[in-house]
């Protein structure tokens, strides 16, 4: 069982470079997240896609832009890579209602 | 006051102990909760969800309590592998993909 799957796993950039991480689920979930994690830090919301066709802003989402090419994928573009985007980024998916969230293993991203 | 909060611990307890964690929650209505563990550089992981009867799974009980906002994690007969970070999820709207809160986790260290 694949679950949610991240690419790549590791990236390291220069700033002011921009980069796409991409996400699939194979559960045929309709809502899918996309989180960042720094250091000693908690989970924080970057985007959100609620259904196909749909994304909307979270916590924290200045600097990114997302797409929800079908139901199973949702990407996160940083256009212009800065270093404060260094950190460690998990996509999400869920079924609706009181259903809980399946994460990939994550995307290391350092930004130098 | 935060939405979800846990205390950050460090719990540091011998192997054999039985360990307890609470998270509280501001919000009444929340409808869904859970608990994940996440190893360090690693994805949160599903460890069980809370249902309003308490349930149990091997060493691990949970419990929620409605009127006092709050959830528990007992851990019982602890294991050298029980040490990583838990957290506490509250999903706060039945029908929105949006509203489900991350705590900041608590840190457990279990030594031999």
């Known amino acids: 069982n694949a679950g949610v799957t991240q690419t790549p796993k590791f990236q390291v950039l220069k700033t002011g470079q921009s980069m796409t991480l991409q996400c699939a689920q194979d559960m045929n979930h309709n809502s899918m997240y996309w989180y960042r994690q720094d250091p000693g830090m908690g989970l924080r919301l970057i985007y959100y896609?609620?259904?196909?066709?749909?994304?909307d802003k979270g916590e924290v989402p200045n600097g990114y832009n997302v797409s929800r090419l079908n139901k199973r994928e949702f990407s996160l573009r940083l256009e212009s890579a800065a270093p404060s985007q260094t950190s460690v980024y998990f996509c999400?998916?869920?079924?609706?209602?009181?259903?809980?969230?399946?994460f990939g293993d994550g995307t290391r991203l350092s930004i130098l | 006051r935060k939405e979800v909060e846990q205390d950050p611990g460090p719990f540091n307890v011998p192997e054999g102990a039985t360990v307890a964690f609470n998270c509280t929650y501001s919000n009444s209505a929340s409808q869904s909760f859970f608990w994940y563990r996440q190893d360090c550089r690693k994805e949160p992981k599903l460890l069980m969800s809370v249902y309003s009867s308490g349930n149990e799974d091997g060493r691990f009980t949970a419990q929620l309590n409605r009127a006092s906002q709050y959830i528990s994690l007992l851990i019982r007969d602890s294991k050298l592998s029980d040490s990583a970070t838990y957290l506490c999820?509250?999903?706060?709207?039945?029908?929105?993909?949006?509203?489900?809160?991350f705590g900041s986790g608590t840190r457990l260290s279990i030594r031999p």
């Open positions: 999820v509250v999903n706060m709207e039945y029908s929105s993909a949006s509203k489900i809160i």
């Open positions: 896609s609620a259904s196909e066709g749909t994304t």
């Open positions: 999400a998916s869920k079924q609706e209602g009181n259903q809980p969230q399946h």
